[in-house]
């Protein structure tokens, strides 16, 4: 028997689409119910479904206004404010594609995208790195935009592009990821086989608004049931997360496994009657932070598997719990298959995961980037670049990546990426980046470089603080007199992390 689950896939997307009114739909019926709770340390602040898609449809009709036309690309370099949410609504809605990216993106790395793109415009916030354009939008310019007449959605093909996220690619180059509009109707698939989510659920996620996973899981699939999204504010510290569920009443919490272990090392936690169970994605969850979270908050927390080119697509759930050390089981409606070289590989054997070509929420492809689009896929399947094994259960446990790729709380990071950037060091002569484990479930990227007696660790922190994002910048450095090479000379790179260690 081969390692492929196939029940049929999801029901078709209707023609025509359109994404930010599939997400806005329960505006009429929901109008008063809080849509959205911003809540900080001391208060809270809620927007109706009325309040918010109104904000969002007078936004659309000011971007209109603003020279912008259907196709056009929008690049968003904002905060963690409520602004993100509402421009990228704004945006899908009447055509134009909107671009989040990360807040923590320098302005060199802003400047390579937008060398990429060309986008039309970019709507920037104050304090975060970003590129001189002739149409720049600021805060103050979009918010007078709510107060707009609202703008009729554009409906057209659900294959249509809706919006771009970038993530790092394998060759150290970021890739703009395109998604269609129909992006969102697979993600009903997500929210049945691992949120369980309900129109009567507060679901708080810890991310800020501009993270691709925050925009999903956070935002637009509780609005798109009719649930409230609860998102802290920006200024809230991980510590009064537990005291924020508990104030605001969440009954289902959406975390990376990072920050689950920081909330654990809190002496005292308030009891948190109306959490119905937890969900971590991003990254491996250890059973040690699923059992202590078990022991001392009394519920479950549900993982899952997935990557910016696809969401998530692998879960467990409370009506389909993970077996021990297994990710979960692939979403009903999703074709999911193990592939050695020679196709799918027999039950219980180890291969890479692979989506069908077939799956609503897959990417359209990568912007500008065809061959990297094409090296992804074998035949019908796109590799994942994850290794796993499907079990006879039909769940599947994960056996790490099948390349170099970091993860850094919750971020995919590229070596490559990072090590193209030092490569410019004046005094390095070799430099080397690699994912290491400095305690039980806490993995952070470490560099190894090999240059003049005179660099120090502080001069390579401050030479990556220009040039990298935070995520992606080495949290320490290690000295090394000679690199582990292959006999033709390659980098070892998997024997780094064990020289982190001596």
Known sequence: MLSIFDNGGPPACPVPFNLAAYVLQHTEARAEHPAILISGNTDDQVWSYAAFSA????????????????????????????????????????????????????????????????????????????????????????QKMRDCPAADFVHSDPNQLAYIVYTSGTGGTPR?????????????????????????????????????????????????????????????????????????????????????????????LPKLPALRHGLAAGEKLSTDIRTQWQTHVGTAIYEAFGMSE????????????????NLGTPQIGRRI??????????????????????????????????????????????????????????????????????????????PLEVEAIFANHPALMQFAVAEVEVKPGVRIIAGFYKGRDDVTELDLHAFAQERLAE??????????????TNPNGKLLRRALPDLFKD
């Open 310 to 325: 696809c969401s998530t697509f692998i879960s467990s759930a409370p009506h389909r719990p993970a077996e021990p050390k």
């Open 176 to 268: 703009a990821v395109g998604h269609a509009h129909r992006a969102i109707w697979a993600r009903r698939m997500v929210i049945r086989d691992w949120y369980d989510l309900r129109p009567q659920d507060r679901l708080l996620h810890a991310g800020a608004f501009n993270w691709t996973y925050t925009l999903g899981t956070g935002i637009m699939d509780p609005l798109s049931v009719g649930a409230t999204a609860v998102i802290p504010a920006a200024d809230t510290d991980l510590a009064g997360l537990p005291e924020i569920l508990a104030r605001t009443e969440a009954s289902i919490f959406a975390a990376v496994p990072g920050v689950y272990r920081k909330i654990l090392k809190s002496e005292t």
């Open 337 to 414: 298959a193990i592939l050695g070289e020679d196709g799918p590989v027999p039950i219980g054997a180890e291969g890479i995961i692979a989506i069908h070509r077939s799956d609503p929420g897959l990417m359209i492809g990568y912007i500008n980037a065809p061959e990297e689009t094409r090296a992804r896929y074998a035949g019908d399947w796109f590799l994942t670049g994850d290794r796993g094994i499907m079990q006879e259960s039909g769940q599947i446990t994960y056996c790490g990546r099948n390349d170099d790729m970091m993860n850094a709380g919750g971020y995919r990071v590229s």
């Open 55 to 142: 904000a969002v449809r007078g936004t659309a009709t000011g971007l209109l206004n603003s020279g912008f036309n259907t196709g056009d690309i929008l690049l968003m370099r904002m905060g963690n404010t409520i602004d993100f949410p509402i421009v990228f609504l704004a945006a899908i809605s009447v055509g134009i594609i909107p671009v989040p990216t990360s807040a923590q993106l320098t302005s060199r790395e802003v400047e390579r995208i937008a060398r990429d793109l060309n986008p039309a415009g970019v709507v920037s916030a104050p304090g975060i790195g970003t590129v001189s354009h002739d149409r720049q939008l600021s805060l103050p310019d979009l």
């Open 471 to 484: 995520y992606k910048r080495p949290k320490t450095y290690k000295r090394l007199a000679e690199f582990p």
